[in-house]
């Protein structure tokens, strides 16, 4: 019996001290603000994209239009609730001018972005991050599609232009070719 009691014991105290182990294991690091940024701009599309085509198979471009005025801004904005990070679209050619407008350096990104994919590289590819005044900024360029062309193409059909003077009076995103960047990902939060 007391030998029972000795391995009983000895069992609950290995059984304590594993578990204390365990506890006492530091949680791993989080992952590095780029990579935090670059999954939240990859998450964005990834929202965004089959909605967008849904909406153009059920509804044609007005769908597709309807979408990017109220389902893309949703999407950010609960990104950015979720995450703690700042989550919108920007474009040099604004289609939404009260949440795409880039700030300054935004801008000055958006055109290094076209400067890059006209020198060649493809839009998809194309993604930049930095620490600017104590924020970790990063964007992810947004290339032309053969979708997007339907609706930020040149020569749009006339119930195109009609349905986006109705949700964008201050329209400036059009005219764009395949392949073009047309806007970027912007992701930012304080460090």
């Not at 182990?21 to 590095?32: D, G, H, M, T, W």
């Not at 700030?103 to 958006?110: F, G, I, P, Q, S």
């Not at 392949?179 to 304080?190: C, T």
Request: some cysteine; charged content about 25%.
């Amino acid at each position: 019996m007391g030998r029972d009691i000795l391995i009983a014991t000895r069992m609950a105290l290995a059984m304590l001290l594993s578990a204390a182990a365990l506890a006492a294991e530091p949680e791993p690091p989080p992952e590095p603000p780029a990579k935090q940024a670059a999954a939240l701009a990859q998450e964005f599309v990834s929202l965004l994209r089959p909605r967008l085509k849904q909406a153009m198979a059920e509804g044609g471009p007005a769908g597709a239009i309807a979408v990017c005025a109220d389902v893309a801004p949703a999407i950010a904005d609960s990104l950015s609730a979720r995450s703690g990070w700042n989550v919108k679209r920007v474009s040099l050619k604004s289609r939404n001018a009260s949440r795409a407008v880039p700030d300054d350096w935004e801008r000055a990104v958006l055109l290094e972005f076209d400067r890059r994919q006209f020198a060649g590289e493809d839009a998809a590819s194309i993604s930049f991050g930095e620490v600017v005044a104590g924020q970790y900024r990063f964007m992810k360029a947004q290339g032309v599609e053969p979708l997007c062309l339907v609706c930020h193409g040149k020569g749009l059909a006339d119930d195109v232009e009609q349905t986006l003077r109705q949700y964008y009076p201050d329209d400036w995103a059009t005219g764009y070719s395949l392949g073009q960047v047309r806007g970027a990902i912007s992701v930012s939060r304080p460090l």
